[in-house]
């Protein structure tokens, strides 16, 4: 029910912008994480965003390069992600929480398909 877009391929220092939509699903009464998955390394949470608007920030390479925000008159949720490193190259997923958000991938309700980042360098 969520769908992932927005990904590609960018030079170091450039920027993408994900967005995360849902079809049968009103995003905002969800905690929606990013996750993002490196070749051979676990899936992990980087950034949430509340139902109140609020981030909250797991990964602390990414505080002060990625922001989140959501729109809920489009019911969609957006990562901005700017300075790009290529250690940040993974497979974004979008995930939502009923309520809350979590860095948890086992408390989530929903997931999305991922949208391949790369990053040059």
């Known amino acids: 029910q969520l769908q992932a877009s927005g990904g590609g391929l960018v030079q170091a220092g450039g920027s993408l912008t994900l967005s995360c939509a849902a079809s049968e699903l009103a995003l905002g009464g969800y905690g929606i994480t990013w996750f993002r998955q490196a070749p051979g390394k676990a899936r992990e949470g980087i950034i949430c965003?509340?139902?109140?608007?609020?981030?909250?920030y797991y990964a602390g390479s990414v505080k002060g390069r990625f922001t989140i925000s959501r729109d809920n008159a489009k019911n969609t949720v957006t990562l901005q992600m700017n300075s790009l490193k290529p250690e940040d190259t993974a497979v974004y997923y979008c995930?939502?929480?009923?309520?809350?958000?979590?860095?948890?991938?086992?408390?989530?309700?929903?997931w999305g398909k991922g949208t391949q980042v790369t990053v040059s360098s």
């Open positions: 965003i509340q139902t109140t608007g609020g981030p909250a």
């Open positions: 995930a939502a929480r009923r309520y809350l958000c979590s860095r948890d991938r086992s408390a989530m309700n929903y």
